[in-house]
């Protein structure tokens, strides 16, 4: 079993729908990742949580230390945010900050 | 400031030739960290350097494989001997401190005919 499970595995919407993405760990973690993978490759952190909730722009980013879980939410989403976004955490035993990767969710906004 | 450099950008080799992947981070960044994707698969971690020094090289397979990041110029992952399974995107993430996010280079594509 992974150390980071995302869900769903493959999410398609509709232009302008709310999107959510989910991450759970089964580890302690000092910090979690969500991170946006272009389709030429290109990979964009999007944010960095210890706790609570971030926001940028039309993305919101949630994490409950507690229930080991992280959920990235895209509000009114457009076509331009297809891409696959990625979870990844820092496990507590790790030295320095080494990712611990989600295998990712591939999202389609279709127009 | 520019971001994190990674050349080349797609690296053929032969079987058994050498690869070498450097890695230029931002400006003021000392940590380095390389990652490998294979093929329809998720992202791994590799290695973990500072400055001269090898931090956490748990990822990285025990032979042909290696990685520094000299006191000048750009970190190095050097695969000796390549074989097909090396075929991957390898990415390079960058920070000012390990608490830090990390910033990523756009990766090198090395394909193994």
């Known amino acids: 079993k992974n150390e980071v499970e995302q869900s769903p595995q493959n999410l398609t919407a509709q232009e302008g729908e709310f999107i959510t993405i989910n991450c759970s760990y089964s580890v302690g973690i000092s910090a979690l990742h969500w991170l946006q993978q272009h389709p030429g490759g290109g990979i964009v952190s999007l944010f960095m949580l210890s706790s609570g909730k971030k926001k940028h722009g039309r993305l919101i980013a949630t994490i409950n230390i507690q229930e080991k879980h992280s959920s990235l939410h895209i509000t009114a989403s457009h076509p331009r945010d297809s891409a696959v976004y990625i979870c990844a955490v820092v496990p507590w035993e790790t030295s320095g900050s080494r990712l611990t990767f989600g295998e990712g969710t591939q999202l389609t906004v279709n127009p | 400031n520019a971001g994190v450099m990674q050349n080349p950008r797609h690296l053929v080799r032969r079987r058994g030739q050498e690869a070498r992947l450097r890695c230029s981070p931002m400006k003021g960044h000392s940590h380095v960290y390389w990652y490998r994707q294979l093929p329809e698969e998720g992202l791994k971690f590799m290695v973990y350097l500072q400055k001269e020094n090898i931090i956490d090289e748990s990822g990285m397979p025990k032979e042909r494989f290696s990685a520094e990041f000299p006191k000048e110029g750009p970190s190095i992952l050097r695969i000796q001997q390549v074989v097909r399974g090396d075929s991957a995107a390898y990415f390079c993430?960058?920070?000012?401190?390990?608490?830090?996010?990390?910033?990523f280079g756009p990766g090198t594509r090395l394909t193994v005919t």
């Open positions: 993430a960058s920070s000012p401190d390990p608490t830090y996010e990390q910033y």
